[in-house]
C-alpha cells in the first residue's frame, strides 16, 4: 500500500507547536472564567439549513457540507456563532441572563489553502447574550483586548465603528438597496460612492457618507468631532455619535488603550446591529486580520425570541503565527525534565518506582529509557531531548541502593540513595548543580 | 424562519459539563506531559483510504464520507490511530525515538444513537512509537491507568491478554483463517468453537484453545499457572507467557493494581500484535468500556518502517458519564465570585475600574452587571448565579468613595474604601465574613 497525505489545506499541529498553543488556551480559559463566561462545545457538523438562514444559500459554496445516509443536509461548521445561538435556543433559555458564552472549536470553510488560511482552522469566541447595549459593548471589546494581549504579539491595531451612522444616513436619504453602498464604502471607492448616489437619488446624505469615508483614516477624535458636526443636520446619527463616546470613555476605564474609530465601517451589515470592531497584527500581511467582532441578533431570525448579543472570534491559527514571529519557531518537542536509565536486569523494576515516585510526588516530565539502549545511546536520546536530569542505575547502584545523577548542561554528576533521588529531583537539586526547570 | 436542531446522535456541552471536562482534560494533560508525551493535533478530516488500509472497505459503512469539491474522497476520522500514524509519516520520522504522542480529539462514527453511544465522541489517546515491546506495554498501561484514575471514578476492572496466545496455538494447528475461530472466542462460544476446530482439522491446539476460554474468568495466577503448563506441550506461547510474567511484575512496580487476565481476549485481532487490553466502568452497563488499547504495527500497511508501537484510547463521554455517577450532574452554569453593581451613571466608569484591576490581580470571576438593573433585580441575578459576592456602587458610595460589599451566604455587608476592594476580595475577606473561594 501506498503513503498517505494529509488532506489539502488541512494541518498537523506538531507537539512543541501543540505545547505553545495550550498554553495559550489555558490562559485564554482563565480569562474567560474570570469574566464569568461558560464554555460550551456544539457538534462538529449542523444542519446545513442553520448557516443559511444566517448567511444566505451564497455560503454554499465555502461549506464542507454532505448527506449524511438518512439523506439530510449536513455542514461542517463554518462559524461558531450560529451554532452558539441554535444551541441557545434549544437548550439554555432558562438560564440568568445576560448569559455569557464561549468556546474554542474548529471550523471548516472550502477556499482556496494560502498563508495564514487553512480549510480547517481554529477560533476562539465568546457570545453576551441580554445585555445592555453600551456595557455590551465595553465587556466584549475588553474581553477581546485581554484574549488578544496574553498572546504577547506586539503590536495589535483595533478599528472600532458603529453600523447606526451609515445605517442612518442611508435611512434619511431612503436609499432601499444598501448593499451597493456598503461595497463601495468597504472598498473606498470615494469616487464610486460618489457616482452611486447621485444616480439613485440620495443627494441629501452623499456629502455627510463621503466625508465619513474621507476621514476614515484621520485620528479618532477628529471623526467623532466630524460625526458630531454631521449629527447637528442629520440627527439620525445622534444616538450613535453619543453611544461610540461614552463607549470610548468606558474603554478607557476598563484599561482598553488606543482604539482608531473607522466610521466608515461597513463590516457584515446584513446581521450586526450596531458596534462592530476588527483587530489586526499589522506584521502577518494579508491576512492581517485576527479578531472580529460587534453587536448582533440573530435569535429572531432562528425562531427565538428578538435579544441583544455582542460577540467576537479570534483566529487561534493567525495568533500562535504572530506568536511566532515574536518568539520564533517552537521547538519540535517538549524538553524532557527527567530521563531514568536502567542498565541491568535488576534496575528495570526501580527504575519503574522511581518514576512512578517522581510522577506521584513532582510536577517534572521523567521518561523510563524504554528501548532498552547501553548508556551511550541513552545519553545520546536525553541529549535529542534536551533533558535535563539522566538518573543511571546500573549493576553497581542497584548494588549500593543508589542512582547516579548526571546534570547534561555541564556533565557534573553524583550518587544520590535511590530513595531521595524524587525528593533530590523536586528540590531543583539544592547543592548548586544546574537547577532544574 | 423555523427554529433549529442540532443533527441526531450529537450533543451540546453546556457550561458546566464543559468545566468538569476541562478540569478532567487539564490533569490528563499535566499527566502526559508528566511522563514526556508531546500533543498532537491532526485534520478533523482525513482521505477515506487511511482508514480503509487500516480498517477493510467495510468500515466505509460507519464513517461519515463525503467528496470535496475537487472530487476528493474525504471522510470525517472514526479514530485518531491511524490519522497519527499518517502525520508521524508525513513530518515526525526525524524526532528521536522512542517517540510519544498523545491527543485529544474527536471522532465520528454513523451509528444507531444510545445511552453513552454519539455518533461524534471524543477520546484522549497515546501512542508509544519504537519502544521495547515489554517496557512500552508497561509504560503504556501505567499511563492509561494514571488518566483513568485522575477522573475520580470508583470503579474501575482493567482486562488484559496477549495475543500472542491463540495465534501462537492457531499457527501451531496450521489454522489458516483465523477469523471464524476468533469470532467465536470472543463470542466465548465453547461449544461453537471446540464444533468448528474439529471440522477444520485442528484437534491438535483444540484442547488448549478451549483451556484458556474455560479459564478466562479465573483468577489471574490460575491463567498464568495454566498457559505455563500449556506452554511445555506448545512451546510456541512460551515467549508470551514469559512476557506476561514479566509485565504483570513490572505493573505492579508501577503501581497499576490488580489486573484481571483474559487470555483467551481475541480484541482487534488484524492489527494488534502482542498486549492488548480493556479497561470497564462496570456501572457504565451495556456501554461500560472506557479504553482499548494495545500492541501494534500499523506503519509498514502505511508505507513506512515497520515500527511497535502501543497505545490506547479513553472514551472521554463515558468517563465523564461515570463522573457523574460518582459526583452527580453539574450545575448548569459555574458559580461567580464577584458581581459589581453600578447604581448611579457616575458608578459605572468606576465599576469597569474595579473589575479591570479585580481581573489583572486576582483569580476571581468577576463581572458588571450588564443588563443596568436596579439592586433588587440585581441580587436576583446574583442569587441565579451562585454569587459570593455582590459589589454595590450606588450614589451615596460614589460620594463617599467607597463600595459596599454583601456576602450573599448569610446577607452581611460592608463597606470598603473603593481602593481596597480588590485587595480584600483577593485575600478572601480576612474579616471573618463568608470566605472567597
Not at 455542514?75 to 435556543?89: G, N, Q, S
Not at 494560502?114 to 482552522?121: H, I, K, N, S, V
Not at 532498552?372 to 534536551?386: F, H, I, M, T, V
Not at 538518573?391 to 535511590?418: F, K
Request: aromatic share 6%; with cysteine; glycine share 10%.
Amino acid at each position: 500500500m501506498g503513503s498517505f497525505q494529509r488532506p489539502r489545506g488541512t494541518r498537523d499541529l506538531l507537539p512543541g507547536t501543540m505545547q505553545r498553543r495550550e498554553a495559550y488556551l489555558r490562559t485564554v480559559r482563565a480569562l474567560m472564567h474570570g469574566a464569568g463566561y461558560g464554555e460550551v462545545l456544539t457538534p462538529t457538523f449542523e444542519h446545513l439549513e442553520l448557516f443559511e438562514a444566517k448567511s444566505g444559500a451564497g455560503i454554499r459554496d465555502e461549506l464542507y457540507a454532505f448527506d449524511d445516509k438518512s439523506g439530510r443536509k449536513l455542514t461542517l461548521r463554518p462559524e461558531l456563532t450560529a451554532a452558539v445561538m441554535r444551541a441557545y435556543l434549544e437548550e439554555m433559555t432558562h438560564l440568568p441572563k445576560p448569559l455569557k458564552l464561549y468556546y474554542i472549536a474548529n471550523c471548516f470553510r472550502y477556499e482556496r489553502p494560502q498563508a495564514g488560511r487553512y480549510r480547517e482552522f481554529w477560533q476562539i469566541g465568546a457570545e453576551l447574550l441580554g445585555a445592555d447595549p453600551l456595557l455590551g459593548d465595553v465587556e466584549t471589546i475588553a474581553l477581546a483586548w485581554r484574549c488578544l494581549q496574553a498572546a504577547g504579539v506586539e503590536t495589535l491595531h483595533v478599528r472600532l465603528g458603529h453600523l447606526g451612522l451609515v445605517r442612518g444616513l442611508l435611512a434619511e436619504g431612503k436609499v432601499e438597496q444598501p448593499e451597493p453602498v456598503l461595497r463601495l464604502l468597504d472598498k473606498g471607492d470615494r469616487q464610486g460612492l460618489q457616482e452611486h448616489l447621485l444616480t439613485i437619488g440620495a443627494d441629501e446624505v452623499a456629502a455627510p457618507l463621503l466625508d465619513l469615508l474621507a476621514a476614515r483614516s484621520a485620528p479618532s477624535q477628529e471623526q467623532l468631532q466630524l460625526a458630531t458636526e454631521l449629527s447637528q443636520s442629520h440627527p439620525s446619527i445622534l444616538p450613535t455619535v453619543g453611544h461610540l463616546q461614552r463607549l470610548l470613555a468606558l474603554l478607557h476605564h476598563a484599561n482598553v488603550p488606543s482604539i482608531h474609530l473607522d466610521l466608515a465601517i461597513a463590516r457584515g451589515f446584513d446581521y450586526y446591529t450596531g458596534m462592530v470592531f476588527e483587530v489586526d497584527v499589522p506584521t502577518l500581511g494579508a491576512e492581517k486580520q485576527v479578531c472580529g467582532g460587534g453587536a448582533y441578533d440573530l435569535l429572531e431570525a432562528f425562531g427565538g425570541v428578538s435579544t441583544p448579543t455582542t460577540g467576537f472570534a479570534i483566529g487561534i491559527d493567525r495568533m500562535l503565527l504572530a506568536q511566532e514571529q515574536t518568539r520564533g519557531a517552537p521547538a519540535p518537542l517538549e524538553a524532557l525534565d527527567v530521563l531514568v536509565v536502567p542498565l541491568a536486569p535488576q534496575a528495570i523494576p526501580l527504575a519503574w518506582q522511581l518514576v512512578t515516585k517522581v510522577r506521584d510526588t513532582t510536577a517534572l516530565s521523567v521518561e523510563v529509557e524504554l528501548a532498552g539502549r547501553n548508556l551511550g545511546k541513552a545519553l545520546k536520546y536525553a541529549d535529542a531531548r534536551a533533558t535535563t536530569v539522566v538518573v543511571i542505575i546500573g549493576e553497581r547502584e542497584v548494588a549500593a541502593g543508589e542512582a547516579t545523577l548526571r546534570w547534561l548542561s555541564d556533565g557534573t554528576q553524583r550518587s544520590v540513595p535511590i530513595d531521595l533521588v524524587a525528593a533530590t529531583l523536586r528540590a531543583g537539586d539544592g547543592s548548586a548543580q544546574a537547577p532544574l526547570p
